[in-house]
């Protein structure tokens, strides 16, 4: 079977990755892309692979557990959705990244049960700028607290912040919002916490990755735009 439009979707994404970074004076090699495969199946999420993917993103524990083993190893996995606590011990030994933690409690758990695995997972914490009362993430006030507590744990490193923007029509109306993550994300970094090193900014999905990446993400979670619409 042939999945060449996956191909083409990750040509035209690279380009525009590329031209948004010619935009704001950044380099492309600097841009991670996460490619999102919730509800994409283990072959075309191999297909990917061999077409240049290296990091994927799920956001649902079961299907890290279902696709795991099917997908080709040379593959980085991501944990990019909401996580609940007790679901931790089925992942922390399969990704090395989660970009939602939300709150002290998970971080501990996350790293319990990595220390388990001898192993260290990196973190974003996830911040809610928009203050929407539905989504998940932290408000901005919380997040020195948060940062304290975590940078103490033995086996979660804090490597950024990650943001999911509201969903809108016109992705020029998130603008701002994804501005004001990179003021967050540069004073946090200038605040130097001990063990913390704000390396990534993880915001811009396929709708809105071109404004994102002109604000400052340095890591866009790419789904639709590589596999096609679908319904989640
Ligand atoms: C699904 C998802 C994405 C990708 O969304 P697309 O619009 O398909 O690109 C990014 N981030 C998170 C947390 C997601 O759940």
Known sequence: MSFSY????????????EQACLRSGRHPNDITLVAVTKTIEADVMNASIDYGVQVIGENRVQEIRRKFDEVNDNVSWHQIGHLQTNKVKYIVDKVDMIHSVDSVRLAKEISDKAGKHQRII???IQVNVASEAQKFGITESDLPGILEEVSKMPSVQVKGLMLIAPFAEDPETVRPIFRRMKEIFDSTKNSNYDNVEMKYLSMGMSGDYVIA???GANMVRIGSGIFGLRTY
């Open 122 to 124: 990196d973190v974003l």
């Open 213 to 215: 990446i002109e604000e």
């Open 6 to 17: 996956v191909k083409e979707n990750l040509e035209e994404i690279q380009k525009n990755i």
